[in-house]
């Protein structure tokens, strides 16, 4: 369920309703089923949810799991037996399943300020009157804080910084203009155009955490953007929605993180490293500078190149490279 601090929930849908919406064939369960939010296929928690999978084995994530309406691809119903919600099938179910984000969760749209300001924060910043500061507090000039933002004990907000939808730890420092929480980069094809799929996770900083000047950190689109205690973030650096960042990370200035990678404790990315989306870094791992990353990388391994590979392999190819090109020059 979305978290009510930050999104509304809309009146429910019946699955009758839904599956016409979206254009779908119903193939089991109960047509007069009332459903009442959206929720990833793994967190399937009640009779009211809507999950979506793209592929028909994926059904097999729900056996046991109490859900209101699954949208999966034509040729799931064999899988669909026996499952304890209704299953609709579905030329494009990630299309299905925004088209009913949208129509059952919207974003909570900013109220009126703060009317008792934390002795912390200076008069020219933006304070949703739901959001929750602490008193000790730093939040500087222009800065925007949306409803049900959580700031922790001693954390300092820069100038012109923008969070909306997030929970910031104690002590987190974060530099002038960062942006943290925005609407991640998800779209679907649609039959006139691209579809935004509704992003409906938050943000949410540990203890002690350094975002640097001008870094946006995008929510999660049904998860959350988690960026563990004690990780250090530079400057102009892209967190895409869904990340999971491990704890005592550094992220130095200009990497960009795809969407819905998971990066281990102690990683350290030298600048401009690039991560293509869904990957995993192992802990301890070591990403040189302008690596561009393709696969995962195991637990305490140092690659570097585009497309990244383990150091030593790249060095000797560098290398070699190299010899081949001055002799042909000579």
Same mark, same amino acid.
């Given at each position: 369920?979305?978290?009510?601090?930050?999104?509304?929930?809309?009146?429910?849908?019946?699955?009758?309703?839904?599956?016409?919406?979206?254009?779908?064939?119903?193939?089991?369960?109960?047509?007069?089923?009332?459903?009442?939010?959206?929720?990833?296929?793994?967190?399937?928690?009640?009779?009211?949810?809507?999950?979506?999978?793209?592929?028909?084995?994926?059904?097999?994530?729900?056996?046991?799991?109490?859900?209101?309406?699954?949208?999966?691809?034509?040729?799931?119903?064999?899988?669909?037996?026996?499952?304890?919600?209704?299953?609709?099938?579905?030329?494009?179910?990630? =299309?299905?399943?925004?088209?009913?984000?949208?129509?059952?969760?919207?974003?909570?749209?900013?109220?009126?300020?703060?009317?008792?300001?934390?002795?912390?924060?200076?008069?020219?910043?933006?304070?949703?009157?739901?959001?929750?500061?602490?008193?000790?507090?730093?939040?500087?000039?222009?800065?925007?804080?949306?409803?049900?933002?959580?700031?922790?004990?001693?954390?300092?907000?820069?100038?012109?910084?923008?969070?909306?939808?997030?929970?910031?730890?104690?002590?987190?420092?974060?530099?002038?203009?960062?942006?943290?929480?925005?609407?991640?980069?998800?779209?679907?094809?649609?039959?006139?155009?691209?579809?935004?799929?509704?992003?409906?996770?938050?943000?949410?900083?540990?203890?002690?955490?350094?975002?640097?000047?001008?870094?946006?950190?995008?929510?999660?689109?049904?998860?959350?953007?988690?960026?563990?205690?004690?990780?250090?973030?530079?400057?102009?650096?892209?967190?895409?929605?869904?990340?999971?960042?491990?704890?005592?990370?550094?992220?130095?200035?200009?990497?960009?993180?795809?969407?819905?990678?998971?990066?281990?404790?102690?990683?350290?990315?030298?600048?401009?490293?690039?991560?293509?989306?869904?990957?995993?870094?192992?802990?301890?791992?070591? =990403?040189?500078?302008?690596?561009? =990353?393709?696969?995962?990388?195991?637990?305490?391994?140092?690659?570097?190149?585009?497309?990244?590979?383990?150091?030593?392999?790249?060095?000797?190819?560098?290398?070699?490279?190299?010899?081949?090109?001055?002799?042909?020059?000579?």
């Amino acid at each position: 369920m979305p978290d009510s601090r930050f999104f509304e929930t809309l009146a429910p849908l019946s699955v009758a309703d839904a599956t016409e919406i979206v254009g779908a064939r119903l193939v089991s369960g109960e047509a007069k089923a009332t459903l009442t939010h959206v929720a990833a296929l793994g967190a399937a928690d009640d009779d009211g949810a809507v999950v979506y999978c793209e592929k028909p084995n994926g059904l097999s994530a729900l056996a046991g799991k109490r859900f209101g309406l699954c949208l999966a691809p034509e040729g799931s119903e064999q899988a669909a037996a026996g499952l304890s919600g209704a299953v609709a099938l579905v030329k494009s179910p990630r =299309l299905g399943f925004a088209l009913l984000g949208a129509r059952l969760h919207r974003p909570l749209k900013p109220g009126d300020g703060m009317k008792v300001r934390p002795r912390g924060a200076h008069s020219a910043a933006f304070i949703d009157g739901s959001a929750e500061i602490a008193d000790d507090a730093e939040i500087g000039p222009g800065a925007y804080i949306g409803p049900g933002v959580v700031i922790g004990a001693g954390a300092v907000i820069g100038h012109d910084v923008s969070i909306s939808h997030a929970l910031i730890g104690p002590r987190a420092r974060i530099l002038p203009g960062a942006r943290l929480g925005q609407s991640g980069f998800g779209f679907v094809p649609g039959p006139s155009g691209l579809v935004k799929v509704p992003q409906l996770g938050r943000v949410v900083l540990g203890a002690d955490v350094e975002i640097g000047a001008n870094t946006t950190i995008d929510r999660g689109a049904l998860e959350d953007t988690i960026i563990g205690d004690g990780t250090k973030i530079d400057n102009l650096v892209q967190i895409g929605h869904n990340v999971r960042l491990g704890r005592n990370c550094v992220i130095a200035a200009q990497c960009g993180v795809s969407g819905s990678c998971v990066i281990g404790d102690g990683v350290m990315m030298g600048g401009q490293v690039g991560l293509a989306d869904h990957l995993t870094i192992g802990a301890g791992a070591m =990403l040189a500078a302008g690596s561009g =990353l393709m696969r995962d990388v195991p637990a305490g391994e140092t690659w570097g190149g585009r497309p990244a590979r383990p150091i030593k392999e790249w060095l000797r190819e560098t290398a070699a490279l190299a010899k081949m090109t001055k002799k042909r020059n000579g």
